[in-house]
């Protein structure tokens, strides 16, 4: 009889799974490459944003602050997005991000 299943059960529900999970807070006075924080994400495999306002993001093999100049921003208004964890970059991984305004950005690493 022919294989016809396509997909795991985990691939059919698009669904990951993560043994650890942290959740913060990140809280910018004001946007700068100076404010830029650096956090170690090579133990995760997603993270989940919330900004009140936009926030320039990126990941990186070392701490890197961002150039808001000629950044790339994404404008969030308060909606949740969630980001794949490139691990082809290096055995460490930063995520490295600053707010578009003065406000605190909620993330969740799973």
């Known amino acids: 009889m022919a294989d016809i299943n396509k997909m795991t059960a985990q691939e059919s529900l698009n669904v990951d799974s993560c043994g650890i999970w942290t959740e913060g807070n990140a809280t910018f006075a004001a946007s700068a490459d100076a404010n830029t924080v650096h956090i170690d994400v090579s133990s995760y495999h997603s993270l989940t944003v919330e900004a009140p306002s936009g926030v320039f993001l990126n990941f990186t093999a070392s701490e ?7 950044g790339v921003t994404i404008d969030y208004g308060s909606s949740i997005n969630s980001f794949k964890i ?5 055995n460490t991984i930063y995520l490295n991000m600053v707010s578009t305004a003065a406000d605190t950005i909620k993330y969740v690493l799973h």
Do not use: A, E, N, S
Request: aromatic share 0%; charged share 25%; net charge negative.
């Open 64 to 70: 890197t602050d961002i150039d808001v100049d000629g």
């Open 86 to 90: 490139p691990h082809g970059i290096g």
